[in-house]
């Protein structure tokens, strides 16, 4: 059984369009994130939820827009995709905030904005 | 201001050889330390991590780090690699009071070669 699970895991979409991609986890955690990782593989976290409350927004646009309907689920809704949206988005989560937590990734959805 | 150094972008290195890759941190608070693994068009493994206690912290498949304070460093090594270690390695470090969020390093691209 994959711990945290995405997607889609590819995903090719034009300028301009809306996409979504999901997120699940079954390993009962409190919290979940979700990472960017650039064409350079820079990996840098844009969100995290505590039991679906936003705990950690870390200066993304707002045309970004995470949801979490239960603290399984973490989804992230982008709206008017750019060019440099183009990245690999690693959902994840850890059994709560504290610090020092292990995080637990998933295998990434691969997002090309053409 | 925090940060995290791999200073080594790529390391080549021949099987059954020895292998140690650099990290180094820049904080004024506590640090918790990980490592994880990528291997091509999948997620993040957790290869180990360093909470408190014994500075030396043996992992999966092999590897171990050492904590150093006064270096600020947590450096990755194996005694003997394997062509299955081929993958990308990043340090991250959590900072106390910062909540559950890893600053990532660049990353360190080791290439195993027969």
């Known amino acids: 059984d994959t711990a945290v699970s995405q997607t889609p895991k590819y995903l090719v979409t034009q300028m301009g369009n809306d996409k979504s991609i999901k997120c699940e986890q079954n390993l009962g955690h409190d919290t979940m994130y979700w990472y960017k990782q650039d064409s350079k593989k820079f990996l840098k976290i844009m969100f995290s939820?505590?039991?679906?409350?936003?705990?950690i927004n870390e200066t993304v646009p707002n045309r970004f827009s995470p949801k979490s309907p239960d603290k399984a689920h973490l989804n992230l809704h982008i709206n008017s995709l750019e060019l440099g949206d183009s990245a690999v988005y690693f959902c994840?989560?850890?059994?709560?905030?504290?610090?020092?937590?292990?995080?637990?990734f998933g295998e990434g959805s691969w997002l090309t904005v053409v | 201001a925090q940060s995290v150094t791999q200073l080594d972008s790529q390391v080549p290195v021949f099987e059954e050889a020895p292998v140690e890759l650099r990290c180094n941190y820049s904080?004024?608070?506590?640090?918790?330390l990980f490592w994880y693994v990528q291997y091509p068009n999948q997620g993040l493994q957790l290869l180990l991590k360093?909470?408190?206690?014994?500075?030396l912290v043996k992992g999966i498949n092999g590897f171990e780090a050492e904590f150093n304070k006064s270096q600020t460093s947590f450096h990755l090594r194996k005694p003997s690699v394997h062509i299955s270690d081929t993958a990308e390695y990043f340090c991250a470090v959590s900072f106390s009071g910062g909540g559950n969020k890893l600053t990532f390093g660049t990353g360190t691209q080791l290439k195993v070669e027969l």
């Open positions: 939820y505590n039991n679906k409350e936003l705990i």
């Open positions: 360093y909470l408190s206690g014994s500075t």
């Open positions: 904080s004024s608070v506590s640090v918790y």
């Open positions: 994840a989560s850890s059994q709560d905030s504290g610090t020092g937590n292990t995080i637990y």
